[in-house]
């Protein structure tokens, strides 16, 4: 069985960190982590292990930092991605995350970094999306 529990949260006036880890029969399998800064969420990671792959634990993670978003008045998110993240480029855009950017040779001086954002976090959009993966997760 699939257990998410939260590893830290941390937050001041200015921000707030938060990282959440994926465990299966005691082992981690996944990690999430964000950053909200006044009124945005930058994701700077989201990971699961190889074999734990296509189990929906990235969508699972991905919820529960929207979660934290929505309870935290986000308006606007932001993350990067290598170009060649087929599966992560594939989730992050049912989720509503639109390319806005490239960085050149972001990873290892090799690969780019695609920069995905959400502009506006409430709209009916993103939330009808919300709605449907949180359904498909259950």
């Not at 001041?12 to 005691?26: F, I």
């Not at 998110?77 to 594939?90: D, G, Q």
């Not at 049912?94 to 090799?110: H, M």
Request: proline share 1%; with cysteine.
């Amino acid at each position: 069985a699939l257990n998410l529990s939260k590893l830290f949260c941390t937050s001041n006036s200015l921000s707030l960190s938060s990282a959440e880890v994926a465990s299966s029969n005691n082992k981690i399998v996944g990690f999430c982590s964000a950053i909200i800064v006044e009124n945005e969420m930058q994701i700077t990671s989201v990971t699961v292990k190889s074999d734990f792959r296509n189990k929906k634990i990235a969508t699972k993670m991905l919820l529960y930092l929207f979660d934290i978003a929505c309870k935290n008045n986000v308006l606007s998110c932001i993350l990067e991605v290598r170009e060649n993240n087929i599966p992560a480029i594939n989730l992050y855009k049912k989720f509503g995350f639109k390319q806005i950017g490239i960085r050149k040779k972001y990873y290892a001086n090799t690969y780019d970094a695609l920069i995905f954002y959400i502009e506006d976090m409430k709209s009916q959009e993103v939330l009808s999306d919300y709605e449907r993966l949180k359904e498909d997760c259950v």
